[in-house]
Structures are given as C-alpha cells and as structure tokens.
C-alpha cells in the first residue's frame, strides 16, 4: 500500500494482478488497473498522478486518473522488483 503525500489517495497491489486507487476522503475505489504479472510493490508520487508497480520481469509506471501504462522497465523475466519508490 503506498498513499500519496500532497492528496488523499491510495494505490494498493494484489496478487490478483491489479492495482487499485482509493480515494481515501470517501473510501471509494477510484480505479482498477489490471497489470498483467503479479504486483508486489506499489508506490504513489507526491502528486498521486503516477503509480509505480514492481512485478515478475520488472518495473511499470501507469497514469493513476486513466489507467493508462506511461513507461516500463524491463529486468528479466527470472527477476523480480518487490518493492518502488517515487522520489519527489
């Protein structure tokens, strides 16, 4: 779970392979991001418009309003990223 430091927003990951965004003022989901290989990090920036996700193979960022995937770095496929970080 990962909250963003300027809004009330939260991004969780699952071993659904989802990344969900809450509003965290109303408790609502805000969005569902299905991102293929399993998530086991997540990380807000301080804005809450970008969601970094570590995954098997590497590490995604996705637009936090759209769900839209923005960049990806790959590792290979036999690593993992079990955690991220966005740094202002």
Request: proline residues 2%; negative net charge; contains cysteine.
């Amino acid at each position: 779970v990962a909250v963003a430091a300027d809004v009330a927003v939260a991004a969780s990951a699952a071993l659904d392979s989802r990344i969900r965004v809450w509003n965290l003022d109303t408790g609502s989901l805000n969005l569902e991001i299905d991102c293929g290989p399993m998530s086991y990090g997540v990380a807000l920036s301080p804005d809450g418009a970008t969601v970094a996700a570590g995954s098997m193979g590497g590490i995604s960022l996705w637009d936090a309003a759209s769900g839209s995937k923005t960049a990806s770095l790959s590792i290979g496929s036999d690593r993992i990223v079990l955690c991220a970080a966005i740094s202002a």
